[in-house]
């Protein structure tokens, strides 16, 4: 867990009972990925698809189809444990009724700003979306869900998917079958950066994309910045995070079994409890180091937990919430007596999972119905995870009729004078003469504005 100066001046008062044992950022900028990542793209961008297919024989061993047919695309399901399959077609279906409740609740506007003038906004999809499908060690199965049905709920009209080649169909079936459930409306089997090279110049097939969207690993993330302002992108996500807020009424093993949850996603995710009770503290330490003991993941989440966990104990449930705000978390869950004092105090955090039932894996997974792609080191501070509201472009209109002229123009006038821009004085100018008046009421409304404030 990196710390500014700032804020290590903030955490200095409370009690740590574990510190990360890693002094840095779980995922530092290695300059070697920028600079690979800067030549594949320069090189794409160049070569076009023949670069494309070259990398993805050179880096996943493919030289087959580039594209999963539609039919393949349909039967992907059929390769699938009955049990699997069923839950996978949950965890869409919640996903997608939680985006489109999301949907519903942005509406377009229009507001009379004074007589002959309005006002209004609509919510416009972007055209084009492409969206990138982890399927490396851990292939996470719901990522179709997160990011093409929700492009697809909020009115997206082209997703194109691109998941890494395996085994002899061309990827993994089970993200297929998320992508097929989730309506993309192709599927390609391209991996890395040369996946997000290709979307976002237009080498499949496709004209190049608006916006990126997905997880990946770090050449993925590095991919993404840089590409950042050809196309849009969802946001960079490091690695996975979780911070557990807890008082003397969470169960110890719960809370532990939590935190490795998400400490398996990889060896640098941070893991933090936050605790009012240091009996808490340290039976989560203890019931961590016993869960690790028969974990089959324990490798990755003992690392994870050993080099970046953290304990910290504070004295009541303000100093829990001023804590938890300048970790920020990706994930962050709420195992108290009081869940709604920090559902109505907490301002900095991805998602939040209240309640000791409400595990963040239930969302990892699809099946709670909100999306697991969320802002992570920090920047939750200015930064939301993603929703439909990301595939909407609130676009602003106005509307002034000849009567609204009057109550514009002459202070348009007046700024424009004030500027030294005659150019725009001008345009309202000869909307004036045109009318041949100008409002009554103009100079009275400094006046009673000052008389408000």
Not at 65 to 83: N, R, T, V, W
């Amino acid at each position: 867990m990196q710390i500014t100066q700032h804020e290590a001046e903030a955490l200095a008062p409370f009690q740590w009972l574990k510190k990360p044992a890693v002094d840095g950022p779980p995922a530092q900028r290695d300059p070697k990925v920028v600079e690979r990542v800067s030549e594949m793209l320069s090189t794409i961008e160049r070569k076009g698809l023949d670069a494309v297919r070259a990398y993805a024989e050179e880096l996943d061993g493919w030289s087959g189809d580039l594209e999963i047919g539609a039919e393949e695309l349909k039967k992907s399901g059929d390769a699938l444990p009955p049990d699997v399959r069923t839950a996978l077609e949950m965890g869409y279906e919640r996903t997608h009724r939680f985006a489109s409740a999301q949907r519903e609740h942005l509406t377009d506007f229009e507001i009379e700003l004074a007589p002959g003038v309005k006002g209004g906004q609509r919510y416009v999809p972007v055209t084009r979306v492409g969206a990138y499908l982890p399927a490396g060690r851990f292939p996470l199965l719901a990522s179709a869900f997160m990011t093409v049905g929700v492009a697809k709920a909020a009115g997206v009209p082209t997703v194109v998917a691109c998941t890494p080649p395996s085994g002899e169909h061309g990827a993994h079936p089970a993200v297929l079958y998320g992508a097929y459930l989730s309506q993309a409306d192709r599927v390609f089997a391209v991996g890395g950066v040369q996946a997000l090279g290709a979307l976002a110049f237009g080498l499949l097939g496709e004209a190049p994309v608006d916006m990126l969207v997905g997880a990946g690993n770090a050449f993925v993330t590095e991919a993404k910045r840089q590409l950042f302002g050809r196309v849009g992108i969802d946001l960079l996500a490091g690695p996975s995070e979780v911070a557990v807020i807890a008082d003397d009424t969470a169960d110890a093993e719960w809370v532990a079994a939590d935190l490795l949850g998400q400490a398996e996603h990889g060896p640098n995710s941070p893991a933090a409890l936050i605790t009012t009770s240091e009996e808490l503290g340290r039976k989560v330490i203890a019931e961590v180091d016993r869960q690790l003991e028969t974990l089959t993941t324990r490798e990755i989440a003992g690392a994870a937990w050993r080099d970046y966990g953290s304990v910290i104990v504070v004295r009541n449930a303000d100093e829990a919430v001023a804590v938890a705000d300048v970790i920020g978390p990706e994930h962050l869950e709420i195992q108290t007596e009081d869940d709604d004092f920090y559902l109505r105090n907490l301002t900095n955090y991805g998602s939040l999972f209240l309640g000791p039932w409400s595990t963040v894996a239930y969302s990892d997974k699809g099946i709670a119905g909100t999306n697991h792609v969320l802002p992570t080191g920090k920047t939750s501070r200015y930064n939301a995870g993603l929703s439909v509201s990301r595939f909407l472009k609130p676009l602003t209109y106005q509307r002034a009729a000849k009567e609204g002229t009057a109550a514009l123009a002459p202070a348009v006038e007046r700024i424009s004078a004030f500027e030294g821009l005659a150019a725009h004085g001008a345009t309202a100018t000869l909307r004036i003469d045109r009318i041949g008046r100008r409002s009554e009421a103009f100079d009275s409304v400094p006046t009673a504005l000052r008389d408000q404030l």
